[in-house]
C-alpha cells in the first residue's frame, strides 16, 4: 500500500498548504491537499460547503478525503486543520509519518488575516483561533511524530527543515 512521505497537520494558518508545496516540490514529488479532495468530492468551495450542508456533513468528506489520501497517496500530504478532530481521522493516522506545523496565536492571525475561505473564522478570527487552537493542542500533539515551530520563520527555511527530518 503506497503511504505519504509526511503528513502535515496543525492550526489553520501554521502553513500546512504553502509549506506542503515547497517541500514536495523540494523533494521531487506531488502535493495534496484534503481540502482540495473535499472540494472536488463536493463540486463546491469550502465555505459552500458550510453554508448549505453544513459542517457535520464537511467534516463527513473530510473523513472519507483522509482515508482516501493516506490509503493512495505516496507524496506530500497536508491536512485541513481540524481533521484531527475526528477519532477515525486519528486512528489512521497511526504508523505514518506525521509533521505537526505549530503556530502561536499571534502569527496564526496575521496569517489568516479575516478568516477568507476559512467559514470557521468569518467571525471574529482572532477569539475564535485562539478557541480553536486551544482545543486542538493536545489533538495535534497525540498524532505528530514530530513538531516544527513555524513562528517567525518563512516556508522555505520550513520546508528545508522538514527535508533534513525526513532523512533516515
Ligand atoms: N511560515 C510562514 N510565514 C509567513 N506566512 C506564512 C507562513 N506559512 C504560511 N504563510 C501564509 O499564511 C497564510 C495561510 O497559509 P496556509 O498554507 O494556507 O496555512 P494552512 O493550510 O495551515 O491553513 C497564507 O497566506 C500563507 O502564504
Ligand atoms: O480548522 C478547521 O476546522 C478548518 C480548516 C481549514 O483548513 P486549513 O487548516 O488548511 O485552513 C478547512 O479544512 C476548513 O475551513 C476547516
Ligand atoms: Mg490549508
Redesign the pocket.
Known sequence: MTKPLCVLV?????G??TVGEELAALLGVDFR???ADIERMAGKP?PEIFIDEGEAH?RTL?RAAVAAALASHGGVL?L????V?AEENRAALVGHTVVHLSVELPDAVKR?GLGA????LAINPRATLKH?MDQRRPLYAEVATATVVTDGRNPPELAAEIVALLKP
Open positions: 496543525g492550526a489553520p494558518g501554521s500546512k498548504t491537499d484534503t481540502d469550502i464537511f473530510e497536508a485541513g486543520g481540524g481533521a478532530l489568516v475561505g476559512r467559514p470557521l480553536l
